[in-house]
């Protein structure tokens, strides 16, 4: 099935570093939707955007809605182990409905 | 306030047979939907429901239906199951109006032998 392009696929990082990956589309979005997924459980939602630019923060994360609305971005600040797991960004396919198409994800691995 | 819960939590089944799976959705959400999610992979849209009329569907067969309920519980029925349905079913639901976040329940893991 479809899916968004996500870097870096993977990614080891000392505790305590910075992180950054980013979501890639060719089509035009008007939602995004950031989550975290631990082994076996559901995704957890992180942080929603709904416009072109806009930069909005949850704790130690800030993801941005770029603006071509192409592309979304995830900064985590100075990461903790509790921080491993694999990130998925989630794009709104059809405005006014719930039908989102998900990226590859980034599987985040932190060395205390 | 519980969050999205679904049942089973796991379930083992033989190609060919049918499977319900069950979804309920945070109290106050009247929309819900349905995703698979295949191991290393993203999740994939599969249906969309709100106030019980389908909203949104994604490109899976039409082995694959699903229905919402007035208490705005959700069933997904899988028929004719091959070893490729098997996969984590995952449940969202949404609340209305024009925030389009979606919640996720835990999953149910489906193993088609």
């Known amino acids: 099935g479809q899916q968004l392009n996500q870097s870096p696929q993977s990614m080891f990082i000392q505790e305590g570093e910075d992180v950054s990956m980013n979501c890639t589309s060719s089509s035009i979005f008007n939602t995004w939707l950031w989550y975290k997924q631990d082994p076996g459980e559901g995704p957890v939602l992180l942080i929603a955007?709904?416009?072109?630019?806009e930069l909005t923060s949850n704790g130690r994360l800030t993801a941005q809605f770029g603006i071509t609305r192409k592309d979304s971005f995830l900064n985590i600040s100075a990461s903790i182990p509790s921080d491993v797991g694999i990130y998925f960004c989630?794009?709104?396919?059809?405005?006014?409905?719930?039908?989102?198409?998900f990226g590859t994800g980034t599987r985040l691995k932190v060395l205390a | 306030d519980a969050g999205v819960t679904q049942s089973p939590t796991h379930l083992i089944k033989t190609r060919g047979q049918h499977v319900t799976l069950r979804c309920s959705p945070i109290s106050g959400h009247k929309s819900v939907s349905w995703y698979q999610q295949v191991l290393g992979q993203g999740p994939q849209f599969i249906f969309q429901y709100y106030e019980k009329e389908e909203r949104g569907r994604g490109n899976f067969p039409d082995r694959f239906s699903a229905r919402q309920f007035p208490n705005y519980s959700s069933e997904l029925n899988v028929n004719a199951l091959l070893l490729g349905d098997s996969a984590l079913y995952l449940c969202a639901s949404s609340p209305s109006g024009s925030n389009y976040e979606q919640y996720f329940g835990p999953g149910t893991r489906l193993t088609v032998t």
């Open positions: 955007l709904y416009k072109a630019g």
């Open positions: 989630a794009g709104q396919i059809t405005s006014g409905t719930y039908k989102y198409i």
